[in-house]
């Protein structure tokens, strides 16, 4: 296993991740800056007030792009054992 083979591997990993990550962290903070938006502008500071939101929308996303997020994981799986036997011959 070549130094460059574990860069490419270790580069795919955090892409993938930070792909499968975005709808969720998007709709967060999304969320969030309207929650907090909203209690600035009525001067309310309820904690419970940003949280629920930020659960039921990120819970939404995750029913809307929870199947896109899970075929994307499991072709990122299968190219990483079809690369197994290249990467143990040394080439």
């Known amino acids: 296993m070549t130094p460059e083979a ?14 499968l990550a975005a709808p969720l962290l998007i709709t967060a903070l999304v969320v969030g800056f309207a929650i907090s938006l909203l209690q600035s502008i009525t001067q ?20 809307v792009c929870g199947n896109w997020m899970i075929a994307e994981i499991i072709a990122f799986t299968n190219e990483m054992f079809a690369r197994i036997p290249g990467l143990l011959a040394g080439g």
């Open 6 to 19: 574990v860069l490419d591997i270790g580069m795919q990993g955090l892409i993938v991740g930070a792909k």
């Open 44 to 63: 309310v500071q309820e904690v419970t007030l940003s949280f629920v939101p930020k659960l039921i929308g990120v819970g939404i996303a995750l029913l």
